[in-house]
C-alpha cells in the first residue's frame, strides 16, 4: 500500500513537471528568435482569439522569466496603439513579459519619438512586424472628426496639446482617399493607413528592411466591445 501511495506520488510529481515544461515551451516559442512576419501575425491572431473568448488567458510574469529577460529583450512584434485605458496589448495578444514592444499615444499617430522608438525595435532587436492598431470609440478619432464638421463650435472646445493630435489625424484624412460613408470609421481607418504608409515609405531604416523582407508592416482595428482585433492587410 505504501509502494502504491509512492507509486501515485510520483506519477502525479512526473505529469506536474511534464506539465511545467510545456508551459514554458509554450511561452518560448514567444521567445524564439527569427521567426518571420507573417508567422508573428498568426502567432497575435492566436492569442487575441484566446482572449476574445477568455481561454487559455497567461500572465507570463514569473520570476525566472522576468531574471531571464533582464539579460536582454527580444520582442516578436512592435504594436504602435493609442493611450486608451482599454487598449493593452499585452492583454489583447494573450503575451507576456518582453513578447511586444509596445509604443503607445493618443490617436497612434506618429512623430519624430515615436518612430525613433519603432526604428530602435526593428534595426537594434531585429522585430520582423510592426502593427499600427487603432480602435473603435476612440477619443482622438472622435475630436478630429466632430472639429472637421465644424471648425467654428467645437475649435474652442479642443486646447492646443490636443489640437496636435487631431491636426494629424485630420491630415491622414486627406492623405489616404477613403471612401467609409460613416466619418468615424474613415478617419480611425484613414489614420491606420497613413500612418502605417509613412512606416513603410519614408523611413531609410524601415524601407530598406522591408525590401529585404525581414519586416512588415500591417494595420489592425481593436474592438471594444467584442475584444477581437480586425486586420486590415492580409
Ligand atoms: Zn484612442
Known amino acids: 500500500m505504501k509502494l502504491l501511495k ?3 506520488l510520483f506519477t502525479a510529481l512526473s505529469l506536474l513537471f511534464v506539465n511545467n515544461i510545456l508551459m514554458a515551451q509554450e511561452h518560448h516559442e514567444a521567445t ?63 503575451k507576456g513579459l ?33 502593427v499600427v492598431m487603432g480602435h473603435t470609440n476612440c477619443g482622438a478619432i472622435a475630436a478630429a472628426v466632430s472639429d472637421q464638421d465644424d471648425k467654428d463650435v467645437h475649435t474652442a472646445d479642443i486646447n492646443n496639446m490636443i489640437r496636435t493630435l487631431t491636426d494629424k489625424i485630420q491630415q491622414a484624412v486627406l492623405f489616404a482617399n477613403e471612401k467609409d460613408p460613416d466619418p468615424t470609421r474613415n478617419a480611425l481607418v484613414s489614420n491606420i493607413k497613413y ?15 522591408i525590401q529585404k523582407h525581414e519586416l512588415k508592416v500591417v494595420g489592425a482595428v481593436y474592438h471594444l466591445e467584442t475584444g477581437k482585433v480586425e486586420w486590415l492587410d492580409k
Open 6 to 8: 509512492l507509486s501515485f
Open 32 to 94: 524564439v528568435k527569427g521567426l518571420d512576419p507573417d508567422s508573428v501575425i498568426s502567432w497575435l491572431k492566436k492569442g487575441n482569439t484566446e482572449f476574445e473568448k477568455n481561454e487559455n488567458i497567461k500572465h507570463a510574469i514569473d520570476p525566472k522569466l522576468r531574471m531571464e529577460l533582464a539579460k536582454g529583450q527580444n520582442p516578436q512584434a512592435i504594436i504602435l496603439t493609442c493611450s486608451d485605458s482599454r487598449v493593452s496589448p499585452e492583454l489583447i495578444f494573450n
Open 98 to 130: 518582453g513578447d511586444l514592444f509596445v509604443v503607445r499615444v493618443a490617436g497612434n499617430v506618429t512623430d519624430d519619438a515615436v518612430l525613433g522608438s519603432i526604428e530602435y525595435s526593428a534595426e537594434h532587436l531585429h522585430t520582423p512586424l510592426i
Open 195 to 209: 500612418n502605417t504608409a509613412i512606416l513603410r515609405n519614408t523611413h531609410p531604416t524601415l524601407s530598406n528592411l
